[in-house]
């Protein structure tokens, strides 16, 4: 299909998705805040109190969730944190820490202790997606990468009692991810929100409760 038509499809998909349609009205940035929500209300991740770090944050709509339900119920500030990190800047959320840095780095991982301060994390999330180059292998590597980096810093920085969050593709290379975070955790759970474009490939895994904490 050429390149203007594909577009358009895709402006014509976007301009009619309830989703975008509901983001616009309840104030997210992002139609993703959706793909969250309906997780968050499966599982029931999300609770006052807690430490919550969002890799890939950037616009902020899933800061934006995780905060109105950390939210007090008189207006006033958040229980609990919540830390978004993005190689991307964002623009400001109230009451939400921001590091700009790529996770692949060091040095954010560095600003990421700062902030936590020898807290320990109850929820990862990330849906950090790299830059795909079309080349399946060299994708799924990618993306692959993100998620061991996640996990790693999980196994550091949580409680073993813990959750952990992360997007990935249902294609090359998915078989090994399910693989990998059964090694990790007592429960994973794949999860494809409503929100989440039946074309896409994109699936949630979801990992609760670390095997071998550090
Ligand atoms: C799909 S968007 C996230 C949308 C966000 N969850 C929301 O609800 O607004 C994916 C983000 O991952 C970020 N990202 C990809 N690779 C990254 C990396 N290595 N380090 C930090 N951020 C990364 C991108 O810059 C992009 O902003």
Redesign the pocket.
């Known amino acids: 299909m050429a390149k203007n038509k594909l577009n358009k499809n895709w402006l014509h998909d976007h301009i009619n998705d309830p989703y975008v349609k509901l983001a616009q009205k309840e104030g997210y940035?992002?139609r993703?805040?959706y793909k969250l929500k309906e997780i968050d209300e499966d599982e029931k991740l999300i609770k006052p109190g807690q430490v919550i770090v969002d890799?890939?944050?950037?616009?902020?709509?899933?800061s934006q969730y995780a905060r109105n339900k950390l939210a007090g119920l008189e207006g006033g500030g958040i229980r609990g944190t919540i830390i978004g990190?993005?190689?991307?800047p964002m623009d400001p959320i109230a009451d939400v820490h921001f590091i700009q840095?790529?996770?692949?780095e060091e040095d954010s991982l560095r600003q990421l202790e700062a902030i936590l301060d020898g807290r320990q994390v109850d929820l990862v999330l990330s849906?950090?997606?790299?830059n795909l180059s079309g080349v399946a292998i060299a994708d799924a590597a990618r993306v692959e990468h993100?998620i061991d980096l996640a996990i790693e810093f999980a196994q550091a920085h949580m409680k073993p009692t813990g959750s952990v969050l992360v997007k990935c593709f249902n294609g090359t290379g998915y078989n090994e991810l399910v693989h990998k975070f059964r090694a990790e955790f007592k429960t994973v759970t794949s999860k494809k929100p409503k929100a989440s474009r039946d074309k896409s490939s994109e699936i949630f895994l979801l990992g609760k409760i670390l095997k071998n904490p550090h």
């Open positions: 940035r992002a993703a805040a890799l890939g944050s950037t616009p902020g709509s899933w990190l993005d190689m991307l840095g790529d996770f692949r849906d950090m997606a790299p993100l």
